[in-house]
């Protein structure tokens, strides 16, 4: 009874079980909450494997494609494929959210319920989010995404500046939306559907393609986040819990890069091109200023949050250089933020732990007590930087390489944001590692356990391969960017 | 004549007698319970009394002829259709909840005086006569039953001045706008010598934008369609012609078009729209929160069934002149609606701004004048009537343990640590206030996105922008509602009595319907296309 056309479904639906299953279990049982939830999210994991192993790579179309009936009078209707581009995000995700239930194993003391339930439900939005083909329900799952989110920052996070966190993340996200809400609603008007390959063959006037883009782009653009819509991304990162954090960095603002490729490019491909000088003079003025930012930030969270910033609008110049290579290289770099930013967020989380302090100036000198965790920090501290070996220097490589083609000012710009990159990593680095160790703060130091060097194996390893052998993840690529490229081309 | 004696048109308007003879009972009922005591207390017994009269009223209406077919009765001032029957179905399936809902809340008030009850089922007959009026005057007698009702409910708690004052107020700028349904029925009347809606729209279908109109023409187009259809000969030329009298007057439509808005205006008080709203907040803060209750919840859809039979049925033809006018309302009232609720403190205000703002979605679907824009006001009424009436049973179900009954109003931070210390029941509030503000994957949404579906299908995409984005902020004060359920440190909470089993039943059979509605809306949009067909079958 084991198509393997349903597998997608299965991946999708099998959180969404594992939440209603965990709704059962009494709250006062701990250790099995944690444990079913784990078990379902690591099966879920192990099922997007088996779907990236039957995945055809040698045709760029849409694979285990179901269609599922909703609404069939207004003809809206449930319809759910993969191709090479959202196949890594699926798999992005699944990989993430074990990790981030493991690191969050013993720091959340209280709701341990609905944080476990809110996180598996959160998996089903964004797995949705990525495998649906239909533009409404893309706009249902993009927006509940929001929800769990909101709790989880209200719920667990550390300061009372948390509520205000909360109402920046949902009001500036809800705001982008409706606006692409509108646009959904006329496209729905005009063709009488709002199926995305039925999409993919009708084509708009030059004016309606840009007052929708741009509304398009207002909700994109502050999920991704570029510049003067980025203000809520440092506020809900500082707040948000380690796995919350991870979550956001790792998968949330890639929904803004996927909306773009996945919708932005191929249903109105004149205004993308219009657009093109705008998003990159955005993108340009995001990653050195938010770079500069990041020098100066006290926090610890604040710093990676801003990093993550100039990383995303990095992956925006790749997507506007409309050539293979870029779009290629701002996939394989969204993919490698997840993994490297999710990474850090994950080492802030283990000093958090223990010291419940997130100031860099309470730190220094961990080398002589942590040295698993600072190999840890400086393996990554590199990947941010974009050291050859990583999956950042084939992602940055590409994408610069792709902008060249295009632009070649904007690729001297984005160029000075690594280096300014460099110098703020390092430079955090410096003063985490080396020094003296302040024992006026803190005195009793503890280095990573095994289940938190478990959690960071999937990542070190993952990031390693990226970076040594990228064909792995670029063969799946190849022929979906082919295609989409040809198709906004002609 | 035997046949006319063997039909007995009057037979549909059973569930209204029904409802008036069991009102009298209700009374003689309660009047000899009450023996010496001159105010006798609701004992259960009315309640439950009240109830079964629902229920029975409810069997009535839902055995009835479920067919296309109009039965108009009395000299064809009620009628009886598809769109009055849905309409009464969930205006009696509303009040039910209300009643059972705010049963606890009368006896802690000691407002279980027994014409509390009586006084619902009152505005309850309004309603219905309101639902199915078929001409100007049956409809303002409905709106005056109906209004009496609530006027006195809203004063009810003798001895608060507030309430005293609500009902005053409520009273005043009530009898105002219904002098202005009034003084606009007279201008019709006077242009036109009836006041009956199928004559309106016989007279006025053709009455295209324009300037002067002679209505010879009109009645000459009118016998020269008659004559071509014998069963149209038979019935109209003599009622006409009884009423034409004024055959050759040239009339101004200016003027039909100043009574039409004068009728808007009354009906826009009722709604509460900006910037007719201003009595609102008042009076429903004022007034007992049962009483708000049934003001906020019940009468909406009644009045935009009158909306709909005065504007679509009758006058669709003069729909550019009404719509402007309308579609500044709209503006008005969501803005008003959105920003308005951000300084709230109390529970009650914010809700009552919040209604606000969604009659002004409702007025959307209203004033696009097409056949999807009545389907989607329709399933945004029910959708609407119904999360209401979730929130308000929460309001009035969470009853403080401490200093209950001195407070007549809630504040929001009474709601403080709700989601730890009843948390299915701030589970459900939850799950409402998101389907209420408009936020995937909620029902509510799914209505919202049709009615600005239909708003873009009738190029109205200024009123669909502004409309949208006052939505955003009006999210604001529905989230700060969920923070303060879940996200305050403060250790120290209230205290709730818990929900006893009845309320269990009912609240979760609500949350269970709000589910089901989005996973399988099909049942939604059906009932709403029958419900469409018919009302507008005066455009085609």
């Known amino acids: 009874m084991f198509y393997t056309k349903n597998l997608l479904s299965y991946v999708l639906i099998l959180p969404l079980i594992g939440a209603f299953s965990l709704v059962i279990i009494p709250a006062s049982n701990r250790n099995l909450l944690r444990l079913v939830a784990l078990n379902f999210s690591c099966l879920t994991f192990v099922l997007s494997i088996v779907l990236w192993i039957f995945f055809n790579k040698s045709i760029g179309t849409f694979q285990f494609v179901n269609k599922f009936f909703w609404i069939p009078i207004l003809n809206l209707n449930f319809t759910i494929g993969v191709d090479g581009i959202s196949l890594f995000f699926i798999l992005l995700t699944t990989l993430l959210i074990p990790i981030c239930l493991l690191a969050s194993w013993d720091s959340i003391q209280i709701n341990l319920k609905i944080f476990l339930i809110s996180f598996l439900v959160m998996e089903f939005f964004l797995i949705g989010v990525f495998c649906i083909l239909d533009v409404l329900i893309f706009y249902i799952f993009f927006e509940s995404v929001l929800i769990p989110m909101y709790l989880m920052i209200g719920i667990y996070g550390s300061r009372e500046r948390k509520i205000r966190a909360g109402y920046f993340f949902f009001l500036y996200t809800l705001l982008g ?93 004149e205004a993308c091109f219009y657009f093109t000088p705008f998003v990159y003079a955005m993108s340009v003025v995001g990653i050195i200023y938010t770079s500069f930012t990041a020098i100066r930030q006290t926090d610890f969270k604040r710093i990676i949050a801003y990093t993550s910033v100039a990383h995303m609008n990095l992956v925006m110049v790749g997507l506007f250089s409309f050539n293979v290579i870029g779009l290629e290289g701002a996939i394989l770099q969204s993919l490698s933020h997840g993994f490297v930013a999710s990474a850090l967020f994950l080492l802030i989380g283990v000093v958090y732990d223990r010291h419940h302090t997130r100031m860099v100036k309470y730190y220094g000198g961990l080398v002589h007590v942590m040295p698993i965790y600072i190999t840890i920090f400086l393996f990554f501290t590199m990947a941010n930087i974009g050291l050859p070996g990583t999956g950042s220097f084939i992602g940055e490589f590409l994408i610069l390489t792709g902008s060249f083609k295009a632009n070649t000012t904007i690729t001297f710009f984005s160029a000075t944001g690594m280096v300014i990159g460099g110098c703020y990593s390092l430079w955090l680095f410096n003063r985490i590692a080396y020094g003296n160790l302040k024992i006026q703060y803190f005195n009793e130091f503890l280095d990573l356990n095994k289940r938190e060097f478990l959690t960071f194996l999937p990542l070190i390893l993952g990031t390693f391969v990226m970076g040594l052998y990228p064909e792995i993840f670029l063969e799946s690529i190849h022929f979906s960017v082919n295609m989409l490229i040809e198709s906004m081309y002609f | 004549m035997t046949i006319e004696t063997l039909l007995f048109k009057e037979i549909s308007i059973l569930p209204e007698l029904f409802l008036g003879i069991s009102i009298i009972y209700l009374v003689l009922y309660s009047t000899f319970l009450a023996g010496n005591s001159p105010y006798p207390l609701i004992q259960n017994s009315l309640l439950y009394l009240g109830v079964l009269v629902l229920l029975l009223v409810l069997y009535l209406l839902v055995n009835e002829k479920l067919d296309v077919l109009e039965l108009s009765v009395f000299n064809n001032s009620i009628i009886n259709d598809y769109v009055s029957f849905f309409s009464k179905t969930v205006i009696t399936i509303l009040s039910l909840f209300c009643i059972l809902m705010i049963q606890q809340y009368l006896k802690d008030q000691k407002l279980n005086q027994f014409e509390y009850l009586l006084l619902i089922l009152f505005a309850i007959l309004g309603l219905f006569l309101l639902c199915s009026s078929n001409d100007l005057i049956t409809a303002y007698l409905a709106i005056e039953l109906q209004s009496l009702a609530f006027y006195v409910l809203a004063a009810f708690k003798k001895n608060s001045t507030f309430s005293i004052e609500s009902g005053l107020k409520y009273f005043i700028l009530g009898a105002f706008s219904s002098s202005l349904f009034l003084f ?32 010879s023409d009109v009645t000459n187009n009118l016998y020269f369609e008659s004559k071509e259809n014998s069963q149209i000969a038979l019935n109209y030329p003599y009622s006409l012609q009884k009423k034409l009298f004024f055959s050759n007057v040239f009339f101004d439509v200016n003027l039909l078009q100043l009574g039409l808005i004068f009728i808007l205006i009354s009906l826009f008080f009722k709604l509460a729209v900006a910037p007719f709203h201003v009595w609102a907040p008042n009076v429903y803060e004022g007034s007992p929160s049962s009483s708000t209750f049934l003001f906020s919840v019940v009468p909406k859809l009644a009045i935009f069934v009158l909306l709909m039979r005065i504007f679509y049925y009758s006058f669709y033809g003069m729909i550019e002149y009404w719509r402007y006018f309308i579609v500044v309302v709209i503006i008005l009232t969501i803005i008003v609606g959105s920003f308005g609720g951000l300084e709230q403190r109390k529970l009650k205000s914010l809700l009552v701004y919040s209604s606000i703002s969604h009659m002004g979605y409702s007025l959307i679907a209203f004033s696009t004048g097409t056949f999807e824009g009545i389907q989607m006001l329709f399933c945004y009424l029910v959708i609407y009537s119904f999360s209401g009436l979730s929130i308000w049973s929460i309001f009035i179900l969470v009853r403080l343990k401490t200093n209950y009954n001195s407070k007549q109003n809630k504040d929001l931070t009474d709601l403080l640590l709700l989601g730890k210390s009843n948390s299915m029941l701030a589970l459900f509030f939850t799950t409402v206030l998101l389907s209420i503000a408009g936020f995937p994957p909620m029902i509510g949404f799914l209505v919202k996105i049709s009615v600005f579906l239909t708003a873009i299908e009738s190029s109205m995409y200024f009123v669909a922008l502004v409309s949208i984005l006052c939505s955003v902020v009006a999210t604001f004060y529905y989230i700060r509602i969920i923070k303060i359920f879940y996200f305050e440190k403060s250790l120290v909470g209230k205290l709730y009595y818990p929900l006893n089993n009845q309320k269990s039943i009912l609240i979760s059979v609500l949350f269970f319907s709000f589910l089901f509605l989005f996973i399988n809306p099909t049942l939604l949009f059906l009932l709403s296309y029958k419900f469409s067909l018919l009302s507008v079958v005066g455009i085609f």
């Open chain 2, 184 to 215: 606009g029925s007279s201008i019709l009347y006077g242009i036109s010598g009836t006041v009956n809606f199928e004559e309106f729209k016989d007279l006025f279908f053709w009455a295209l934008p324009g300037n002067v109109v002679n209505l």
């Open chain 1, 177 to 269: 939306s409706v606006l692409m809400l509108l646009s959904i609603l006329y496209i729905y008007h005009q063709v009488g559907s709002t199926d995305y390959e039925v999409l993919l063959t009708f084509s708009f006037s030059a004016l309606e393609q840009r007052l929708m883009w741009f509304s398009f782009f207002a909700s994109f653009a502050t999920k991704v986040p570029m510049v003067p819509v980025h203000l809520w991304l440092p506020e809900a990162h500082v707040e948000a819990p380690t796995s919350g954090s991870v979550i956001l960095a790792g998968v949330l603002l890639k929904l803004g890069t996927y909306g773009f490729i996945r919708f932005s490019f191929p249903l109105f491909p």
